[in-house]
């Protein structure tokens, strides 16, 4: 057989390339499983497991420039130039999808909405302000809750969801910037008590109390 000069493929994803797209998309999800999981955990039903990767947080901006490097890398090996080598094969074998660069594409696009995901998170959380009840004036009462734990909106929406599920409840605003709650609520139909043990149901913490 002829030799013919057909075009090497040194940049086909390698095993140790695939291992570099699998770990960015690791990075992604960890940095983003703080948020992640506490709508997961209200899907569930099982509210206590919220607050279970927020130690995650502070290495947010980490697992961010991780991700960033390791599919750079990947773009790196895929779109650089190909040599070119004598070969007595007949055909260049084509490569299957996952070693393609609509796949990267993919990888990367799901990586960067996973990333972005603490942005946006609060679009999963109904909006509500309370159950519009009345209440007499004499009975409505403010408590502040400082809460450990909360890293972005979800964690806020997360908070709000579980406190709103209580009788009484006019409104709740709730800051993970702040660390807190503000609850207002019918002292005739709930208590304080309540709400802290709404806001533990969540996974986060309570450390401090104030009533207004």
Request: charged share 20%; net charge positive.
């Amino acid at each position: 057989m002829r030799n013919q000069e057909l075009p090497y493929m040194d940049n086909q994803e390698t095993p140790a390339t695939k291992a570099w797209v699998g770990a960015g998309l690791l990075a992604a999800l960890g940095a983003s499983l703080c948020c992640i999981t506490p709508l997961l955990a209200i899907m569930a039903g099982t509210s206590g497991m919220a607050a279970s990767f927020s130690w995650l947080e502070p290495l947010r901006p980490y697992l961010i420039g991780v991700t960033a490097l390791v599919l750079g890398f990947a773009w790196y090996q895929k779109l650089k130039p190909a040599r070119k080598i004598d070969c007595d094969c007949e055909t260049t074998p084509k490569p299957n999808f996952m070693q393609t660069e609509a796949f990267l594409s993919i990888v990367t696009v799901f990586a960067a909405v996973m990333l972005a995901f603490p942005s946006y998170a609060y679009v999963f959380y109904p909006q509500t302000q309370g159950q519009q009840v009345t209440a007499d004036k004499a009975n409505v009462q403010t408590v502040e809750i400082k809460i450990k734990g909360m890293t972005c909106a979800g964690c806020e929406g997360h908070v709000n969801s579980e406190v709103n599920k209580l009788a009484g409840i006019l409104k709740v605003e709730t800051s993970y910037a702040d660390g807190n709650t503000l609850v207002q609520f019918d002292k005739t139909k709930t208590d304080v008590k309540q709400i802290e043990k709404a806001v533990l149901a969540t996974g986060y913490k309570v450390t401090e109390i104030k009533k207004k």
